[in-house]
């Protein structure tokens, strides 16, 4: 069985698209057509762009997951022939707004036009020879006047070990500052190591820590993407179990080779979080292999770990948002599968906006490239990581209409 680590993709990653301009979404027959969404780049050449976070002024941090570096090399987690490096290449750039200072950047800085710059450098990042798929810096939250950041991995504590002292804050939550870079704040493999939560699923000890979400009282819940569990983190770093996100019964693709009906087991896979108008939580599910199409769903949680479905039919799903008129943003990394994907390509992914009568709404129709984050800034424009597999291609990418 193939346990979904999150190392999204693996292939050689060629494929890129600029948008800029305007895409009319389909209408329902009879209904007028929605209006057009406008969709323009605001930053580029970022290595794995991945989370991102609104801070003050509408500025955006993103994080990098990097390029990887010179090593040590370990087998990559979900793909054990292919050998992935260690560096000192994970980070996080600020894009600021037009007119809009920023994180003590001098007045000359001021611009008409949208600026990106780094902020936090010299995090750990894994990669292959060519940067793409990287795992690193993931998402971002302020707590209680900190900076955080998720960091993944995606194996277990053997294979971090094996990284030695440059992967130490591989799989933690990380407290980062500008102008420096990161320190622990909790560790989210000993936490997995100790305890195994999704154990009698038949989970292994693995972590590769991904969403992350903060609270008033200054705990942070986390995602696990490889142990299939959301946490929680005290304001004083220490972990405790939210809840277990149970994995599915799907029919066996036909290229197993299987007799027709059988059901495999596809781990749950929990990614990006958000917190909801009516102040619970809400976050997406990827799936493991098969990847199956519709098969991923939005999953309601509250602070005291009540978990229950919120919305279906949806493929890996990467991350989510609520704009501000209340209404659900998904955003799916493959609209049509992981599987679906041609060797040396990027998958199409896909936004949806579910609207307060429960219809859905496709944004940006074809635009999207192997997306990896989702954040709706103060005047309710959509930002979306785009290609945020590749090193130096990722971009930023402003949803508005």
């Given amino acids: 069985m193939i346990r979904?680590?999150?190392r999204l993709g693996g292939t050689a990653l060629g494929a890129v698209l600029t948008v800029t301009g305007l895409v009319a979404a389909p209408a329902s027959a009879g209904q007028p057509a929605p209006a057009a969404q406008t969709v323009t780049v605001v930053?580029?050449?970022l290595d794995n762009a991945r989370g991102i976070l609104v801070g003050p002024g509408g500025v955006l941090l993103v994080a990098e997951a990097g390029r990887g570096g010179a090593g040590p090399c370990v087998p990559a987690p979900s793909q054990p022939q292919l050998q992935i490096c260690l560096g000192q290449s994970g980070a996080v750039t600020a894009v600021v707004p037009p007119g809009v200072l920023s994180f003590g950047q001098p007045r000359a800085n001021q611009s008409a036009q949208w600026r990106q710059y780094r902020v936090v450098t010299g995090l750990p990042s894994l990669a292959g020879d060519d940067g793409s798929a990287a795992l690193g810096p993931?998402?971002?939250s302020f707590s209680g006047g900190r900076l955080l950041a998720t960091v993944s991995l995606g194996g277990n504590t053997a294979m971090r070990d094996a990284l030695g002292t440059g992967g130490a804050h591989l799989a933690h939550l990380l407290e980062l500052r500008p102008g420096g870079s990161g320190t622990p704040f909790a560790d989210m493999l000993a936490f997995e190591a100790a305890n195994n939560p999704d154990g009698p699923y038949g989970g292994v000890v693995d972590s590769n820590p991904w969403g992350l979400v903060s609270l008033d009282d200054g705990r942070t819940?986390?995602?696990?993407?490889?142990?299939?569990d959301l946490v929680t983190v005290s304001a004083t770093g220490q972990v405790s179990l939210l809840a277990v996100v149970p994995p599915s019964q799907v029919p066996a693709p036909p290229f197993l080779g299987l007799p027709a009906g059988t059901l495999i087991t596809s781990q749950s896979v929990p990614t990006g979080i958000v917190r909801g108008p009516d102040g619970a939580f809400y976050f997406g599910q990827l799936t493991g292999f098969p990847f199956p199409v519709g098969g991923a769903n939005v999953f309601r949680i509250t602070a005291a770990g009540a978990l229950s479905t919120y919305a279906t039919g949806f493929t890996n799903v990467i991350d989510v948002a609520f704009d501000r008129r209340g209404r659900l943003l998904v955003l799916s990394y493959a609209k049509d599968g992981l599987t679906s994907t041609l060797p040396g390509a990027l998958p199409v992914g896909s936004l949806t906006r579910i609207n307060a009568?429960?219809?859905?709404?496709?944004?940006?129709?074809?635009q999207l490239l192997a997306p990896g984050g989702l954040a709706v800034g103060p005047d309710d424009a959509i930002y979306v990581a785009n290609n945020s597999v590749t090193a130096g291609q990722g971009q930023i990418l402003r949803i508005t209409g």
């Fill in 221 to 228: 819940i986390v995602t696990d993407a490889a142990s299939n």
């Fill in 357 to 366: 009568d429960g219809t859905r709404q496709e944004l940006a129709a074809g």
């Fill in 138 to 140: 993931e998402r971002l």
């Fill in 4 to 6: 979904a680590s999150l």
């Fill in 43 to 45: 930053a580029s050449g």
